[in-house]
Nanobody, 123 residues
Framework: QVQLVESGGGLVQAGGSLRLSCAAS????????MGWFRQAPGKEREFVAA????????SYADSVKGRFTISRDNAKNTVYLQMNSLKPEDTAVYYC????????????????WGQGTQVTVSS
């Protein structure tokens, strides 16, 4: 099993940037597609971005396309989410997760999850 630990969250003003990191333990990290999800208070967990095991393919929610970039470094067992032009509506707890399925956007199809990191964007 792979364990995930997110970091990099915090408080930022609208228009600012943050980079989230998700460090994985376990030698099989590079076998999995990885995704980022977020959950705001009172809302369902929603898909943000995903990346194939090789990094060759990515997928984004329409709400973040052009502003967020997902990437991974399999040598460091780490996946990243670069978030630019942040908006107050991006405020949420952000989770990384892993799946053996190809770039799925469905949370239920992810096998393992991190504990989450809070991102707060002030207006």
């Amino acid at each position: 099993q792979v364990q995930l630990v997110e970091s990099g969250g915090g408080l930022v003003q609208a228009g600012g940037s943050l980079r989230l990191s998700c460090a994985a333990s376990g030698r099989t990290f590079s076998s999995y597609a990885m995704g980022w999800f977020r959950q705001a208070p009172g809302k369902e967990r929603e898909f943000v971005a995903a990346i194939r095991w090789s990094g060759s393919s990515t997928s984004y929610a329409d709400s973040v396309k052009g502003r967020f970039t997902i990437s991974r470094d399999n040598a460091k067992n780490t996946v990243y989410l670069q978030m630019n032009s942040l908006k107050p509506e991006d405020t949420a707890v952000y989770y990384c997760a892993g799946t053996s399925l190809f770039l799925t956007t469905t949370p239920e199809e992810y096998s393992f999850w991190g504990q989450g990191t809070q991102v707060t964007v002030s207006s």
